[in-house]
């Protein structure tokens, strides 16, 4: 359950900014900026314990598991959360350069803001591979149709 954090906490504090951002609200720009380090720190231990599930499917030896699958995901999944820590980085940064600056403030928020986004997807990639390890019905290669 905990792999699905990164997932839904990025559409959620997404979501947040953009609203933060259009209203042009300090305040939930803050928040919306404390979410995305609380959401960078929350993904360390979803990626941590990435090898000791991979573990466990490959005591169960099951036939439609897939190791290339498994290769796969993992590549992702380190490229996503490299991306996800450094966006709650960015989000560090941001909070505190817009206590000092306004202007450089804001470029700073689009930065994170963007950063977020490609997280996200990033995020949404990963799951999605992860999902198609072990869930015949959404793998393109297997003739299910709906």
């Known amino acids: 359950m ?3 954090i ?3 906490g990025v559409g959620f504090v997404t979501l947040l900014f953009i609203v933060a951002v259009v209203r042009k609200s300090g305040e939930l720009i803050a928040v ?9 720190l929350m993904t360390v231990p979803v990626y941590l314990t990435g090898p000791l599930a991979e573990g466990v ?4 030896h099951l036939p439609e598991i897939s190791k290339e ?4 995901h ?16 960015l989000a560090i940064m941001t909070l ?15 930065l994170t803001l963007l950063a977020l986004i490609i997280s996200g997807g990033l995020v ?3 799951a999605d591979l992860g999902g198609k390890i072990h869930h015949q019905e959404i793998r393109s290669d297997t003739g299910y149709r709906n």
């Open 96 to 110: 505190i350069i817009c206590r000092y600056s306004n202007r450089l403030g804001w470029v700073m928020i689009v």
């Open 57 to 60: 499917l490959e005591d169960l």
């Open 74 to 89: 993992e590549e992702k999944a380190e490229i996503a959360f490299i991306f996800v820590e450094i966006t709650g980085a």
């Open 124 to 126: 949404v990639w990963t």
């Open 2 to 4: 905990l792999n699905h």
């Open 69 to 72: 699958r498994i290769e796969v």
């Open 6 to 8: 990164p997932v839904i």
């Open 32 to 40: 919306a900026l404390g979410f995305t380090v609380f959401l960078s």
